[in-house]
């Protein structure tokens, strides 16, 4: 009897942890086939698909190097390792996994404490966890090119926005929020959310210099000047 005892390293996502670009629908039919029943092998899919292996291996390999999927070996005797697929936790969010139910219902539950230290203290913490895992995404270099990354990572998740030098200062600005569920409970918490959760991530403070809700056509993120922080 057959059974997974380790990862690949080789199916691990790539360094940055993050999809190169967007999804192909013959690629796209993979992760739902993977979402209905993981753990799926080559001929398993050959045989649902209808395609050659060449061609599912082509498809897997493409969305391994995407950090959607990972494969694990299976250990089934001697011969040619087998391997099973998996989705990552970016592959289900990608095929439409979502809890933005929950989280809308938990900053509900945050925005009504009566406490307001305990409040933003809640929000802060929120912040900083999630500007952390972005930051883990965003490759080292100057502070534009964080925020240059910063502005692609959230191009892959449909956020239109932009990175540019403007009189010598970088500044992200987004043209969308991120955060719509939350910013429909209240707006400037959301916006509080979002300018702490951009200076986690590029490792630096940001001040909300432009915003949608003050009658700006997007919102604008600049450096905290020296002596403003």
Known sequence: MSSVTEVDSASLPVADGWTSGPVRPVDQLVLELLRRQEGQTVQDLVETLEVTPTAVRTRLDRLEQMGLIERRKLLIGRGRPQFQYFLTALGWRRVGVTYTDLATAIWQEIEELSDPDLRQR??????????KAYGQLVA????????????????ERKIP???????ELPVLTVHACPFPDLAAVDRRSACELETEVLSQAVGK???LSCCRLDGHGSCQFRPVAVGDS
Request: glycine share 6%; proline share 3%.
């Open 122 to 131: 809640l929000i802060q913490s929120i912040s900083r966890r999630m500007g």
């Open 140 to 155: 080292d270099g100057s502070l534009y090119e964080r925020m240059t990354a910063m502005a692609n990572l959230l191009r």
């Open 161 to 167: 926005c932009e990175a540019s030098q403007q009189r």
């Open 205 to 207: 403070p940001l001040e």
